[in-house]
Antibody
């Protein structure tokens, strides 16, 4: 079964750092681009970052550029999102999703709350 | 950035109704458009990619069409399990952007 499982969400103070993980199974992870998409409370879906199949190209929304870093470890089938200098507006459920354009597999999400 | 204007923001309909959601891109994205269904507490689900291609396993009462800047998503006969929020998403240029969502209620 194709599956993505996020972890690492937490309650964190403004200015803090957090690393999210997304464990992939049921498909050849290294063959697919991956993304992080978030949903703030009461809001819609918002693309955060993407990475190419081999990890050589990374892309970011302007709102997180310079603060977040996407990476992947194909030996472990894990996607990461390192989040630094967190702000209240980063509070959201974070989903990882498979695909370069259309995203055909999504995880259940992990919750990040940025608050003092 | 490509802005996606989705309408309506909410919609109330009855079982068996034909329902249509529209999405307009601020610039030409060819057919680089997907539609997703999202129910609370679950993972978003890809329904349609490439504007009109049905994802395997998605019922044929769902359809999409359009190219360039104007797109539509249609449910030909609304079923109770279709209650959800629907999003369009463009991937014609980075950053990837989503419409604001349409909350569908019965």
């Amino acid at each position: 079964e194709v599956q993505l499982l996020e972890s690492g969400g937490d309650l964190i103070q403004p200015g803090g750092s957090l690393r999210l993980s997304c464990a992939a199974s049921g498909f050849t992870f290294s063959r697919y681009a991956m993304n992080w998409v978030r949903q703030a409370p009461g809001k819609g879906l918002d693309w955060v970052s993407g990475i190419s199949d081999r990890g050589g190209r990374t892309f970011y929304a302007d709102s997180v550029k310079g603060r977040f870093t996407i990476s992947r470890d194909s030996s472990k089938n894990i996607l990461y999102l390192q989040m630094n200098s967190l702000r209240a507006e980063d509070t959201a459920v974070y989903y990882c999703a498979k695909g370069e354009g259309a995203m055909d597999v999504w995880g259940q999400g992990t919750t990040v709350i940025v608050s003092s | 950035d490509v802005e996606m204007t989705q309408s309506p923001s909410s919609l109330s309909a009855s079982v068996g109704d034909r329902v249509t959601i529209t999405c307009q891109a601020s610039q030409d994205i060819s057919n680089s458009l997907s539609w997703y269904q999202h129910k609370p507490g679950t993972a978003p689900k890809l329904l349609i990619y490439g504007s009109s291609n049905l994802q395997p396993g998605v019922p044929s009462r769902l359809s999409g069409r359009g190219s360039g800047t104007d797109f539509t998503f249609t449910i030909s006969s609304l079923q109770p399990e279709d209650i959800a929020t629907y999003y369009c998403q463009q991937y014609g240029s980075l950053p990837i952007t989503f419409g604001q969502g349409t909350r569908l209620q019965i």
